[in-house]
């Protein structure tokens, strides 16, 4: 016989306390609320406008960098760069220094649309986070950032370090 903590059965599991299901919900409801903005008023999808996003704050310089960063695989990513690229937002330019490395750059048309991102994160963030205080934004930040620790992730690292910004941000 096992020491072994004993898992629910399924009809004991109740998903409206589930942390994972719970925080699979609130990011399937953000993205979705995205995309109704972002198609709407950009004509491209959430996780097109991220794309954009990252390369516009140079978070995401090649093609490979957007596939770790989404956890989505290259051919997918292809896809969609292909699409941003017929669209005139963003185009591939080969390194100089190592020609087998395409970075990724946004045409004008391309800047000029992810300078319209942030206002459409905020807008859907401002709508999900009505009624909470500064001070428990601040400590919802914090306990994601703990998570993300507990992770392991090397490339979350970045997120975890000093350069957070004030608790009383409501993004």
Known sequence: MSDAPKSPAIGDYVLA???????????????????????????????QASIL????VGKCLTAADIAREYGIDA???????????????LSRLRSEEDRRVVRLALTDEGHATAEKIPAIF????DHLLAGFTPEEVG??????????????????????GGSEKPATSLR
């Open 53 to 56: 996003f990252m390369l516009a």
């Open 75 to 89: 051919s997918a990513v292809t896809r969609l760069i292909d699409r941003l690229e017929k669209r005139g937002l």
């Open 139 to 160: 400590f919802l930040k914090s306990m994601l950032r703990r998570i993300l620790a507990n992770s392991c992730d090397p490339s979350v690292a970045s997120l975890l």
């Open 17 to 47: 306390e589930s942390v994972g299901y719970l925080m699979s919900r609130v990011r399937s409801t953000m993205w979705n609320m995205v995309t109704q903005h972002t198609t709407s008023e950009l004509g491209i999808t959430s996780t």
């Open 122 to 125: 905020t807008r859907v963030l």
